[in-house]
């Protein structure tokens, strides 16, 4: 029975069969959780079967399901929190995305409440907070529970965390005996900035938004922890009264405003569809400015007695609505389109981007999705963005919404040029040496040569641990080969979370493969946290990016001397600034370096990464050297033949650290030669140049000197 086995031992074909039952037992608990009956798992089995489910899916990636239980996020309120149910369920609301949808909306309520479409009918516009909802219930003006939004019938009880937030009273008075106040809790980008500030100090993650801040900080099971996190709280909405607040939406927030809630300003009230749009335009405007994230605007009907004729549909009022902001857009040039293989074969086309700022983020990357969204296809052969594709060289419009990944909108043809060519994803693979092949009815390209797979992944941690890199006592290119296909360490950060992660499970699967037991698991961690602190160049060469070897690196750690001049600088250097200009500067580093090392601190997905690596570790700053006492400042310097004590990208990055320019041939303007073994024409030259030569024992006396 596969659903005894130790993960580690089942077959392809029982790992399918065990991944499909743990797909429905794990959907039936959800929904035994969520009827009307109490759960019938407990939580710590439920825990497990989804660990089980995440473990067989790291070891066989291919067989995640497209329902895999890994991806349903937010049903089950997290452990640890006692669950409430609500007393009136917490809704959601539906959408407009244009002012036509607006327009509809507006007329479905009048012709709801049968009121002539021309008639005025008075609403209120308020921004929508982009955070999440609680529900604060008060009894006789006291505080007694905060509920989250959970499902909607149930959520977490986060009262003791609610009571460390500012703007939610503890008591009110003149208050109806009973009252639940809802709203939204958010965060402001300022203490966000902060928050991730601080973060960092402590070596714990940043958050990746001012949304998944303020929900991770009001879910601590520490209240404590959530007194120290700086949360906030509009109030908009109510649930359970014991007497109204008013007659009109209006009256009823000014209300809860007296009551000594924080309300949002921006809220008014609106007799047309115009005003509406125009409150919408205008706030949408202000919106970088609000120093908060919204994402739209809500319109409700004003008046209560018409809220409740309008009532509710299945999960979202018919009173209200929340009319969306669009995805953000910018335009920029496409530079290129690369193809990138992924880890189950599939060939995905990337377009690499002049960079661009897009809400807020840095985009250098977008996906091309397919051969056929090049062409401007969809996958039946239908149009897409007109018909129009897609060159090397077009001017671009790219969005993002949310946390998604940059796509590509449209196509500006008036700036295309006239050599511009099609795209030919065939002739770009032959072009890049990979053997793909394209089935009938397939969307995607997909890897047919024979050689396996390059794992980037692997490698990617392969280099990350070499010797030259973090250089990890017990984790070398073997260990992470295991620990990757259990699971355990998929990326560089989770080398360093590792400990906190490894329950006496995965103790005790470690001790049993080869060459472990239960002791060189601790040597392991020992090893682990010596390489914590670490030298800057050593990280910047570990990060594997392109062209990026340790030569460079050292440059790099000696110019910017530490991490954070280091990211700050890269996440500047956008070509044609100021900090890209400064960049290139550097001697020894060409456009195409500059390019390739700039690039993964202009992408958030990969920045997130690097930022969360950095968090785990004390990054040791390179030492400042007064050059001005350097025997070789300004001096020109060819190393020639075999070094035997550094290697030449070593011996380069020392040289010019010590403001020397390092050249590769002999002429009039070298100052030194450096002759390592078997040095040949160029130290024949130096000679008949009469120019100054070392061996490597004289040029390390020279330069150990300072
Ligand atoms: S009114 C019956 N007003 O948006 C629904 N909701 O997408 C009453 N939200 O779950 C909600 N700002 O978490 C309302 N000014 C606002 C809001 C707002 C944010 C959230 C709320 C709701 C979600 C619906």
Same mark, same amino acid.
């Given at each position: ?630 025997? $070789?400042? /300004?001096?020109?310097?060819?190393? !020639?033949?075999? &070094?035997?004590?550094?290697?030449? %990208?070593? *011996? +380069? @990055? ?7 320019? $390092?050249? /590769?041939?002999?002429?009039?303007? !070298?100052?030194? &030669?450096?002759?390592?073994?078997? %040095?040949? *024409? +160029? @130290? ?23």
């Amino acid at each position: 029975m596969p659903q005894n086995q130790p993960v580690s031992h089942l077959t392809e074909k029982q790992a399918r069969a065990e991944l499909a039952r743990l797909a429905d037992v794990l959907g039936k608990a959800n929904i035994d959780y969520h009827g009307e009956d109490l759960p019938t798992v407990d939580d710590a089995a439920f825990d497990g079967w989804k660990r089980r489910n995440q473990e067989i899916e790291a070891l066989f990636p291919a067989l995640k399901r497209v329902d895999s239980p890994s991806d349903q996020v937010g049903a089950r309120p997290k452990d640890g929190f006692g669950k409430i149910r609500h007393s009136q369920r917490m809704l959601s609301l539906g959408n407009a995305f244009s002012a036509d949808d607006v327009q509809e909306f507006v007329a479905r309520v009048k012709k709801f409440l049968s009121i002539d479409p021309d008639q005025a009918l008075r609403m209120t516009a308020e921004p929508k907070i982009d955070g999440l909802s609680l529900a604060v219930r008060y009894e006789e003006g006291r505080l007694v529970h905060a509920v989250t939004r959970g499902d909607g019938e149930v959520g977490e009880d986060v009262t003791a965390n609610a009571k460390t937030v500012a703007d939610i009273p503890q008591s009110l008075i003149d208050a109806p005996d009973i009252l639940e106040v809802r709203g939204e809790v958010y965060m402001t980008h300022a203490d966000f900035a902060a928050l991730n500030e601080t973060q960092a100090q402590l070596r714990q993650k940043p958050f990746s938004n001012p949304r998944n801040a303020a929900a991770g900080s009001l879910r601590q099971l520490d209240a404590e922890i959530t007194r120290a996190r700086p949360l906030r709280f509009y109030a908009y909405a109510w649930g359970e009264l014991s007497e109204p607040l008013g007659v009109t939406q209006s009256e009823a927030v000014m209300r809860l405003q007296d009551l000594g809630f924080s309300t949002n300003p921006l809220f008014i009230n609106c007799e047309t569809l115009t005003e509406l749009i125009a409150h919408y335009a205008q706030i949408e405007r202000e919106r970088s400015d609000l120093g908060y994230d919204i994402d739209g605007m809500v319109y409700k009907v004003d008046d209560l007695a018409l809220q409740s004729r309008l009532g509710f549909r299945a999960t979202t009022p018919r009173w209200a609505t929340a009319h969306k902001f669009p995805a953000e857009l910018a335009w920029t040039e496409l530079l290129d389109i690369d193809i990138q293989v992924g880890r189950t074969g599939a060939l995905s086309p990337v377009a690499r981007l002049n960079p661009i700022t897009v809400g807020g983020v840095v985009v250098s990357n977008a996906t091309l999705h397919n051969e056929d969204y090049i062409a401007g296809r969809d996958s039946k052969g239908g149009k897409i963005r007109s018909g129009k594709d897609i060159r090397i060289g077009d001017w671009v419009q790219v969005y993002r919404a949310g946390d998604v990944i940059p796509k590509i909108a449209d196509v500006d043809l008036s700036r295309r040029f006239a050599e511009s060519v099609v795209f030919d994803f065939a002739a770009k693979l032959k072009q890049e040496g990979i053997e793909g092949s394209r089935d009938p009815g397939d969307a995607v390209w997909r890897y047919s040569g024979s050689e396996p797979l390059p794992d980037l992944a692997i490698e990617t941690l392969r280099h990350f641990v070499s010797r030259q890199a973090f250089d990890i006592e017990g984790l070398g290119a073997k260990q992470i080969e295991q620990f990757y296909h259990r699971g355990w360490i998929c990326t560089p950060v989770e080398i360093f979370t590792l400990e906190t992660r490894f329950g006496p499970d995965q103790l005790q699967q470690l001790s049993k493969l080869e060459g472990w037991g239960i002791k060189s698991a601790k040597n392991l961690f020992d090893g682990i946290n010596e390489k914590r602190r670490i030298a800057l160049h050593r990280l910047i060469f570990a990060l594997g990016i392109r062209h990026v070897g340790e030569g460079a690196a050292k440059l790099f750690a000696n110019r910017f001397i530490t991490w954070q001049a280091f990211e700050d600088a890269m996440c500047a250097a956008i070509p044609d600034s100021e900090p890209w200009a400064a960049l290139v500067d550097i001697d020894g580093i060409g456009a195409v370096m500059a390019k390739s090392v700039a690039a993964p601190f202009q992408d958030s997905e990969r920045l997130l990464a690097i930022r969360n690596l950095v968090a785990q570790l004390d990054v040791i700053p390179a030492e400042q050297i007064d050059t001005s006492s350097s025997p $070789v400042a /300004g001096k020109t310097v060819v190393f !020639t033949g075999t &070094l035997e004590k550094m290697t030449r %990208a070593e *011996s +380069k @990055a020392r040289a010019e650290s010590l403001g020397a320019k $390092v050249s /590769g041939s002999v002429s009039a303007k !070298t100052d030194i &030669l450096v002759a390592g073994l078997g %040095a040949g *024409s +160029k @130290a024949k030259k130096a000679v008949e140049l009469g120019i100054f030569t070392l061996d490597e024992d004289g040029w390390i006396s020279l330069i150990e000197e300072l």
